[in-house]
């Protein structure tokens, strides 16, 4: 039982370059979620999803895209990057909305140059 | 708008004492409130979760206070140890127009001396 799985773990990034990192669960969990991490700033909320092909903005949602086409994958998508998407990018994902423990993946060490 | 602020220092203690972390948050009443463990290069673990009906939740040396009138959770690790060290982290389920999101504090780093 993998659980939440991101791909890639580590990336270099162009400034203005494009890519789309996957996260891909097997527990048939209903939502998922994407979210940011930098020193002092904790976990900041990107794009969730609550179910297959819906996507909401969190937090700081400026500068990406999400899609859900299928339960089991959320895709977050960095159209142009710029160096203040240097982070790392952690997925998670919920059984329900309602009292249920949130899985994390291992995350995706970005840099953008 | 919603807040939710988590001790900002570092939390050094010695080994054998009990660790108090916070969790304080604004404008909003959740309905269940969760605690997580993340350890440097990793993703974050689930540890607790306690409902807005209950005042107090215990698993084995960890316990969590919830405190809807002072809106504040308190995170207890007793008889701390070295291997408690780690950043510890609140998260509150923010309900919105869409279902909901799972909004997390900044985290307060721990560590346990021997």
């Known amino acids: 039982n993998a659980g939440v799985t991101q791909t890639p773990k580590f990336r270099v990034l162009k400034t203005g370059q494009s890519m789309t990192l996957l996260c891909a669960q097997d527990?048939?969990?209903?939502?998922m979620y994407w979210y940011r991490q930098d020193p002092g700033m904790g976990l900041r909320l990107i794009h969730y999803?609550?179910?297959?092909?819906?996507?909401a903005k969190g937090e700081v949602p400026d500068g990406y895209n999400v899609s859900r086409l299928k339960k089991q994958n959320f895709l977050l998508g960095l159209e142009s990057a710029a160096p203040s998407q240097t982070s790392v990018y952690f997925c998670?994902?919920?059984?329900?909305?309602?009292?249920?423990?949130?899985?994390f993946g291992q995350g995706t060490r970005l840099t953008v140059v | 708008s919603q807040k939710i602020e988590q001790n900002s220092e570092a939390l050094n203690i010695q080994e054998g004492k009990t660790a108090t972390l916070t969790c304080n948050y604004t404008?909003?009443?959740?309905?269940?409130l969760q605690w997580y463990r993340q350890d440097p290069g990793r993703g974050p673990v689930f540890l607790l979760l306690i409902r807005e009906n209950e005042k107090e939740k215990r698993k084995e040396r960890l316990k969590v206070t919830f405190d809807t009138t002072l809106k504040q959770s308190l995170f207890h690790i007793t008889a701390s140890q070295p291997a408690d060290s780690a950043t510890y982290l609140c998260?509150?389920?923010?309900?919105?127009?869409?279902?909901?999101?799972?909004?997390f504090g900044q985290g307060t780093e721990l560590s346990v001396k021997p």
């Open positions: 998260a509150l389920d923010m309900r919105d127009n869409q279902g909901g999101k799972l909004i």
């Open positions: 527990m048939n969990h209903e939502y």
């Open positions: 998670a994902s919920t059984r329900t909305r309602v009292n249920t423990e949130a899985f």
């Open positions: 404008n909003y009443s959740p309905a269940y």
């Open positions: 999803s609550v179910g297959e092909g819906t996507t």
